[in-house]
């Protein structure tokens, strides 16, 4: 290695330990890594919000559980979620689902009422207000897909 080579080692290795050198690169580093995690904490799944206003269905209802039946009703009754749930008055794009400002909300807590009470007394199925429960009589009964079912 020549002299000048060594020299200019020598000087870029002081650089490195000069004071002001190494704080900045302890703040580029530290803002890095800052971003890194704010960036990640975005995709981390993000605890299911307890639901409320549940007048039918129980109150501990699990966020897996209310999907499921939520979904059971889009298929039953080939609507999507607006169908009952108004929009946010905060944000329009997004659905308040505690809000009872659609009427189509109410009608649904009492179709479910119904279908319970159906099951109950003419298919003796005790767990009809279950969750979980097969039951007999379902939305789909009589919906077909169909938002308002067909009169016969």
């Given amino acids: ?3 000048a080579r060594q020299y200019c080692y020598l000087q ?3 650089d490195k330990l000069n004071p002001d050198h190494m704080r ?3 703040l580029i580093t530290l803002s890095t890594l800052i971003i890194t995690v704010i960036g990640l904490s975005a995709f981390m ?3 299911p919000k307890k639901a409320s206003n549940l007048k039918v269905l129980p109150k501990n209802i ?3 559980d209310l999907d499921k039946i939520m979904d059971g009703f889009k298929v039953a009754l080939g609507v999507k979620c607006n169908f009952c749930h108004a929009a946010s008055e905060t944000d329009p794009k997004r659905l308040d689902f505690a809000s009872d400002a659609k009427h189509e909300k ?5 179709m479910m009422r119904m279908t319970a009470k159906i099951n109950k007394k ?3 199925i005790k767990d009809a ?5 097969v039951l007999a009589v379902s939305c789909y009964t009589c919906h077909n897909g169909n938002a308002h079912p067909e009169n016969k």
């Fill in 1 to 3: 290695m020549t002299l």
């Fill in 12 to 14: 870029s290795t002081l």
């Fill in 24 to 26: 900045f690169r302890t």
């Fill in 45 to 47: 799944p993000q605890a």
């Fill in 62 to 64: 699990s966020h897996e």
């Fill in 106 to 110: 109410e009608i649904a807590r009492d």
């Fill in 122 to 124: 003419y298919f003796h």
């Fill in 129 to 133: 207000d279950d969750t979980k429960a």
